[in-house]
């Protein structure tokens, strides 16, 4: 069965009609992720764009046709840890125990609880979706927000010029915990996105598996709705968003051999207008570092 099949013949597990933005990527990965998950699973959505935009439910209306819960900001992979024990004692650990957390609930909030459960070998598939700030509040940055991006928090004006720290590296720092599975995926990309998302709903059966999603907002991000998959696409070209894959204690690394610069890349996003050529060229050499140093652990 093709990745195409697996979405034209699997049931939308989300509600038709959900408050996200238009053109929003968490909603388009939600929707893909439990397709190809099924409807043999239980989900967490943390506070954020999708908690937000009703993908957990209204009142007393849920939002998916599989068991949802909205956590804390910062407990979502302690809560999956008891989820996930309660399951197997049971004699019901088939279940595909899933988190869908975007970037401030990852990265930020609730790192403490991401990083025990990783240690652990707790058995779940954690998510983010990664849009490179607190969307749902009015766009403050987190810590995966790119250098120089503009934010509520880190505005351009005669001072500040955006944030003035490069972004955490999240997969890296999950791959040293080893875990069962560590990948990276975006949508531009669906036939690898549905592969590792199969590959991590079988890796959490053995322990903790970990996928960090590119999710380009088209609100916080500032461009037409309609270039959602097109930014995904050059985040991915560029190497600002390198595609990897981390089981059995081996990186392996989509390496583009001429990447698109990074000054193409930022074109047309608001949040990186007021770059200049100094700015855009510590990103540059961000990528770069970044690249070398996956290149050598994939080599190792």
């Known amino acids: ?92 650990g088939d279940v595909n125990i899933i988190g869908f957390a975007g970037d401030g609930a990852t990265a930020d909030c609730g790192f403490q609880s991401l990083s025990g459960a990783a240690e652990r070998g707790d058995k779940m598939l954690y998510i983010c979706y990664d849009n490179e700030g607190y969307m749902n509040t009015g766009y403050q940055r987190s810590s995966t927000s790119s ?82 998959i097109e930014f995904a696409k050059n985040s991915v070209k560029s190497n600002f968003f390198p595609l990897l894959e981390y089981e059995d204690g081996k990186l392996t690394l989509k390496d583009n051999k001429n990447p698109m610069p990074v000054s193409e890349f930022v074109k047309g996003i608001t949040k990186f207008r007021h770059l200049d050529d100094e700015k855009i060229e510590q990103l540059q050499n961000m990528v770069d570092h970044r690249m070398n140093v996956l290149r050598k652990l994939a080599d190792a």
């Open 1 to 92: 069965m093709t990745y195409i099949d697996t979405f034209k013949e699997a049931k939308d597990l989300l509600t038709p009609g959900t408050s996200a933005c238009k053109g929003c990527g968490g909603e388009m990965l939600l929707r893909r992720v439990l397709k190809i998950a099924g409807e043999n699973s239980v989900i967490v959505v943390p506070p954020g764009c999708m908690a937000g935009a009703g993908s957990v439910g209204w009142d007393t209306l849920s939002g998916m046709k599989i068991p949802v819960h909205m956590t804390l900001l910062d407990n979502t992979a302690s809560f999956l840890t008891g989820v996930s024990e309660i399951y197997q004692r049971r004699g019901r």
């Open 147 to 228: 250098l120089g991006s503009r934010t509520s928090t880190t505005p351009v004006g005669k001072v500040i010029k955006g944030k003035s720290q490069h972004q955490k590296y999240l997969p890296l720092i999950m791959m040293m915990h080893n875990v069962e599975y560590v990948a990276t995926a975006s949508p531009s990309n669906m036939m690898d996105f549905t592969k590792k998302v199969e590959k991590g709903l079988a890796a959490s059966k053995r322990g903790f598996a970990y996928i960090h999603l590119c999710s380009p907002c088209p609100t916080g991000w500032g461009y037409a709705s309609n270039k959602s």
